[in-house]
């Protein structure tokens, strides 16, 4: 069965702090990782993807390693409007078929408190 | 302009009602994709199409039917609705179905089933 793990959160953190996110997958054929971002009763949109490098777009970093099958997202001096559900998603292939799907985590919510 | 769109955002109705869910998207994709997300707000993948033609089926009830008239529109119909099947449901679009695609969601049509 394809899983994506998530730290279950919440995490309520202080403006300013610096806060890490975890996720684990369980399919090692797995192609593509992402990080999306879901605002309280709004649809979930792209945050940024993760490569095996690492990269980083601005506060954000996200790690990928295969080997552990693990991904991470840190957000360095955390603004108010960074409260959010932060999705980790995988992309894998289905069975040969040839076509890709998502597979979303359950989600890590953040609160980012005055 | 919104890129995905969907009617209606919020759709109430009594169990053993028939009702249906219309996505667009202006974005000239190939591939639109229909998600779950339950109260646990667990997001989970029902369909997608590409170019107007099924490529993920996952097991979902009968009772639900995606139709796609054109490779802009991909509706959702559902027979005889249950109260479990109350949820957000999301339409997504993507280029195509490749393991790197970034995925657009829709606003969301949140369903309750009295």
């Known amino acids: ?114 | 302009d919104t890129a995905v769109s969907q009617t209606p955002k919020y759709l109430v109705t009594q169990m053993g009602n028939d009702k249906s869910i219309k996505c667009e998207q202006n974005l000239g994709h190939d591939t639109m994709y229909w998600y779950k997300q339950d109260s646990k707000k667990f997001l989970k993948i029902m369909f997608s199409y590409n170019n107007k033609e099924l490529i993920i089926n996952e097991t979902v009830p009968n009772r639900f039917s995606p139709k796609s008239p054109d490779k802009a529109h991909l509706n959702l119909h559902i027979n005889s609705l249950e109260l479990g099947d109350s949820a957000v449901y999301f339409c997504a679009s993507s280029q195509e179905t490749s393991f790197t695609d970034t995925q657009y969601f829709g606003p969301g049509t949140r369903l309750t089933v009295l």
């Not at chain 1, 684990?24 to 649809?43: I, L």
């Not at chain 1, 099958?69 to 999705?87: E, N, P, V, W």
């Open chain 1, 1 to 114: 069965r394809k899983e994506v793990e998530q730290d279950p959160g919440p995490f309520n953190v202080p403006e300013g702090a610096t806060v890490a996110f975890n996720c684990t997958y369980s399919n090692s054929a797995s192609q593509s990782f992402f990080w999306y971002r879901q605002d309280c009763r709004k649809e979930p949109k792209l945050l940024m993807s993760v490569y095996s490098s690492g990269n980083e777009d601005g506060r954000f970093t996200a790690q990928l390693n295969r080997a552990s099958q693990y991904i991470s997202l840190l957000i360095r001096d955390s603004k108010l409007s960074d409260s959010a559900t932060y999705l980790c998603v995988v992309n894998e292939e289905n069975s040969g078929a040839g076509s890709y799907q998502l597979t979303f985590g359950k989600g890590t919510k953040l609160s980012v408190i005055p």
